[in-house]
């Protein structure tokens, strides 16, 4: 099986960083869908495109510079900015520095200043979000008792900027704890939360104790935040149907195409190379490939869950029965990621030497029973077979789960998730991972479609408790949806 090469893995990479990070609805990310889509069309596909409309948030310039004795400024390194938090005039806000505590942030003494915020990573207890199968139990890939990871962190964790802004704030600086500096750059979190109107920035630790002291002295801080906001900015999602010509039962395949790196998300590529596999083969069942946009803008772009929820919700007659049956979904985000971790001091970010926990939802068991037989052929690979719980289900599968439609989902969680270096991360990847996950991928979607709908099972249900229901509600909260 030779569906995509190292190389051409490789090139299409070092596109996406000549690119830059794909922001929903920026203009590398309507590069991106429009190369997809070339590419699909070259194949000989007939590409449908669902156009959407939101307002759309772009940083252009931020920075921090205390405010000296002498008037003089000192320039202060900021780690990153705080998506769709607010706006600064060009030459920015000055006010007084104000150490608001831990968050979400006591802001009622920051009126008319600028607040500074702790904001810890916690080390959370894995067992309230992801709950291995039994299979995964049984096997030599086990998952931590505890998982410490900035995207989670800035969910559950960041401060109230609505509070902020109704107290009066002019600017937010959040401080990073618990991680390293080099793993808090140029984090681009959180990415759930609709427009603030309230402008913040990230710093690191240790030029977090300093504005604490400079914060204590009563120094002023000028805060800049430059950015626009594009009301009926355009973005769209695409997708491509492989017939069959004997059933009316589809399986569909989805990622998603915005993204600050590489690796999130990198799916799409995969997809890509997989419909360029099946193109021309005899198949049992439709295949439905859809390439979602939305995915770092859910508040306006996703309907109650991840983007896809908005592609069900406009396509009933794909997959609930109408014109086509959907017996099975299957989600490829986040491909050949290697693991890196912060040592325990949070002084250092390296590389552990293994690839990332493969985080793989199977939510009948005839699915998990075919994916461990697409995984014998398998030379690299540390899967983990989860379902979901406590109605958490992390990644575009959700919608498909929500749906009844029983899911094998891919979706590794490494700490550089979300960051958007220069080199979009692709440094961080394993190119003979990747290309093991995608031909995986390939034999377990043509194990599905020659599986019978009444073998494949429904979705299993999922197991609940209190502690993580509440803690569901946590993140649902914080998530803004």
């Not at 920051?110 to 607040?115: D, E, L, N, P």
């Not at 991840?306 to 491909?335: D, I, K, M, Y």
């Amino acid at each position: 099986m030779k569906i995509t090469t190292h190389q051409e893995l490789i090139g299409w990479h070092r596109y996406l960083e000549a690119l830059g990070p794909r922001l929903t609805g920026s203009e590398a990310h309507q590069r991106f869908i429009e190369f997809l889509a070339a590419e699909l069309t070259a194949l000989g596909c007939e590409v449908q495109r669902d156009r959407y409309y939101f307002t759309r948030w772009e940083a252009q310039k931020w920075g921090l510079a205390l405010q000296n004795a002498n008037r003089s400024e000192t320039a202060i390194t900021t780690s990153f900015y705080y998506p769709y938090s607010g706006c600064t005039p060009a030459e920015g806000i000055l006010g007084e520095l104000v150490d608001c505590g831990k968050s979400p942030g006591n802001f009622q003494q920051a009126a008319g200043k600028i607040a500074l915020v702790e904001v810890a990573v916690p080390a959370l207890p894995t067992m309230l979000f992801i709950h291995p199968t039994k299979a995964a139990q049984a096997s030599t890939t086990q998952l931590p008792k505890t998982l410490r990871n900035p995207t989670l962190g800035s969910f559950l964790g960041g401060p109230d900027l609505q509070a902020a802004k109704k107290a009066g704030v002019k600017g937010v600086i959040c401080m990073w704890s618990k991680i390293s500096s080099a793993n808090a750059e140029d984090q681009y979190l959180p990415f759930t939360t609709n427009y603030q109107e309230c402008p913040a920035l990230w710093i690191d630790h240790s030029t977090g104790q300093q504005l604490k002291q400079a914060a204590a002295q009563g120094q002023q801080i000028r805060f800049t935040l430059e950015a626009t906001l594009t009301e009926q900015s355009p973005t769209e999602s695409l997708y491509v149907v492989l017939p069959s010509q004997t059933s009316n039962e589809s399986i569909l395949i989805n990622t998603h195409t915005d993204g600050p790196n590489a690796p999130e998300e990198n799916g799409a590529l995969g997809l890509l190379a997989l419909v360029r596999w099946f193109k021309n083969q005899s198949l049992e069942r439709n295949l439905i490939f859809i390439f979602a946009t939305g995915h770092f803008q859910l508040p306006q772009l996703g309907k109650h869950g991840q983007a896809t929820s908005t592609w069900l919700a406009e396509h009933p007659a794909l997959w609930n029965g109408q014109q086509f049956r959907a017996v099975a979904g299957v989600t490829l985000e986040h491909l050949g990621c290697s693991e890196w971790h912060d040592n325990r001091a949070f002084t250092s970010y390296q590389p552990t030497t293994q690839p990332e926990i493969e985080l793989t939802y199977t939510t009948s068991p005839m699915l998990e029973q075919l994916y461990y037989t697409a995984l014998l052929q398998r030379t690299k690979q540390r899967v983990l077979t989860i379902l979901p719980i406590n109605n958490i289900y992390f990644g575009e599968g959700e919608p498909f789960y929500k749906a009844n439609i029983p899911t094998i989902s891919l979706i590794p969680a490494p700490n550089y998730l979300c960051a958007t270096p220069s080199n979009a991360a692709i440094d961080k990847l394993d190119f003979d991972l990747m290309q093991q996950q995608i031909e995986t991928f390939a034999r377990v979607i043509g194990l599905i479609d020659q599986t019978s709908s009444s073998r494949l099972g429904v979705a299993e249900p999922q197991p609940f408790s209190l502690v993580g229901s509440l803690f569901r509600r946590m993140v649902g909260a914080n998530q803004g949806h």
